[in-house]
């Protein structure tokens, strides 16, 4: 089957159609005639790969990844860079003006380390093998090393022999002085060669199927001189430099004489920057483990401003006796709540600072929120080189 693609859908797959019907395919760019197998159909879609380029977009490129043809975890390696910015920012506005009829004007925030910027990746483990899941399956991909990963992760691989752990899958964690921890989930005992492992890397410590094997559970991260408690278990946003951008913005948005409300404040990464510029902050986290990081977080940086709180977000803004002026908004990545959003309408705070990965679930709520706030600033981060994935950070103001 031949096909004439003429453009890319939000996941970075071509798009044409045959006999009315809509075929998804992959690394196939506008402007390309190919032949495809299909793999999947519904009454709806066909999904296909391709198996001969009959014509070749003039803006593809060659991957430096040898495992991307294969691998599941980028979409946009076959692209330039800009172009992938270029994808990115018309793909949020897209799904802006669909779901939300916004079409705000946004300002762009590259990543300087455009390879080599993860701090964390997971890995499956398989008949002694290390690497990602194919496309859509479960059968492996062995890889020796990730162009996305930062070096001392690449650098762990060569030696993850040294686990002997025949099946499972592991997560690797990096910080900024390229100190390491290992989890390991599996059925196995394996006999890890720790000695060997500590003098070949900085080790801090393995955690196998939730408990420490070695070391510790947690290490400190620094960004921008602010101490962060990062455990092995804890969210973390993974790229380093874009997460330094994210707090500059949150500082640039933010007044000297504001009380600021950080909902879903998980280890009180925002809460803290938040506190450098605010008269006073309110963080509220659901989960117990987090909300200790946070006031451990908090005493490492000498933050005094700031009260933590145990809670659902979304039905603990009511318990804020104070007036808030600007809450913060970093949901999961199904967005907010029902509750939760008309707590935020009915809050009245002059200012939402909405963090998203997801700009579906994202104009999903700024679609509620519009009707008492206008967008003030967008921006788009590219936190996911190379990836489909991308990370808004939008700036609502009370009319």
Same mark, same amino acid.
Request: hydrophobic share 35%; glycine share 6%; net charge neutral.
């Given at each position: ?10 996941? &970075? ?24 197998? =299909? ?11 391709? $198996? ?20 599941? &975890? ?47 990746? @997971?890995?499956?483990?398989? !008949? ?12 492996? $991909? @062995? ?26 899958? +592991? ?10 921890? =290992? *989890? ?39 960004? !921008? ?7 092995? %278990? ?22 000297? !004489? ?8 998980? *280890? ?22 987090? =909300? ?16 933590? +709180?145990? &809670? ?26 029902? %509750?939760?959003?008309?707590? =935020? ?14 700009? $579906? ?20 981060? !590219? +936190? ?6 991308? @990370? ?8």
């Amino acid at each position: 089957m031949e096909l004439n693609i003429i453009r890319l859908d939000h996941h &970075g797959r071509g798009i044409a159609f045959i006999d009315g019907k809509i075929v998804f395919v992959d690394n196939a760019l506008p402007g390309e005639k190919v032949k495809v197998e =299909v793999f999947r159909e519904t009454s709806k879609y066909k999904e296909a790969r391709v $198996v001969e380029y009959i014509t070749l977009s003039e803006k593809r490129t060659k991957s430096k990844c040898p495992f991307y043809e294969e691998c599941g &975890g980028c979409q946009l390696r076959h692209i330039s860079y800009d172009d992938t910015i270029e994808f990115k920012k018309n793909k949020v506005l897209e799904i802006l003006k669909k779901y939300a009829d916004l079409e705000p004007k946004p300002e762009i925030i590259k990543n300087k380390n455009r390879e080599y910027y993860r701090n964390k990746i @997971e890995l499956q483990i398989k !008949d002694g093998s290390i690497g990602f899941y194919k496309k859509r399956s479960h059968e492996l $991909v @062995e890889i020796d090393r990730c162009l996305n990963a930062e070096e001392a992760i690449n650098s762990f691989l060569l030696n993850a022999n040294l686990l002997h752990i025949n099946n499972g899958n +592991m997560t690797i964690k990096t910080n900024y002085n390229g100190e390491l921890i =290992v *989890v390991i989930n599996s059925d196995e005992e394996p006999e890890i060669e720790i000695e060997a492992l500590r003098e070949k890397h900085k080790l801090v410590g393995i955690i196998l199927n939730g408990k420490v094997l070695f070391g510790s559970n947690h290490f400190i991260e620094i960004i !921008d001189d602010m101490f962060f408690k990062e455990s092995f %278990d804890s969210f973390f946003q993974i790229n380093r430099y874009i997460n330094s951008e994210l707090f500059r913005l949150i500082k640039e948005n933010i007044n000297s !004489d504001e009380t600021v409300l950080d909902l879903c404040s998980g *280890v009180g990464t925002l809460s803290i920057i938040a506190s450098q510029k605010a008269k006073k902050v309110y963080g509220i986290e659901i989960v117990e483990n987090a =909300v200790r990081d946070s006031l451990i977080n908090a005493r490492m940086n000498k933050r005094e401003n700031i009260s933590f +709180m145990l &809670g659902d977000a979304f039905t603990g803004i009511k318990k804020i006796k104070d007036k808030i002026d600007t809450i913060i908004l970093d949901p999961p990545r199904n967005g907010l709540s029902k %509750d939760g959003i008309i707590n =935020v309408l009915d809050s009245e705070a002059s200012k939402i600072i909405y963090i998203s990965c997801d700009p $579906v679930t994202l104009s999903r709520d700024l679609n509620v929120l519009k009707r008492k706030y206008d967008i003030e600033k967008f921006y788009i981060l !590219d +936190m996911f080189s190379y990836t489909y994935h991308v @990370e808004c950070v939008c700036i609502l103001k009370r009319r």
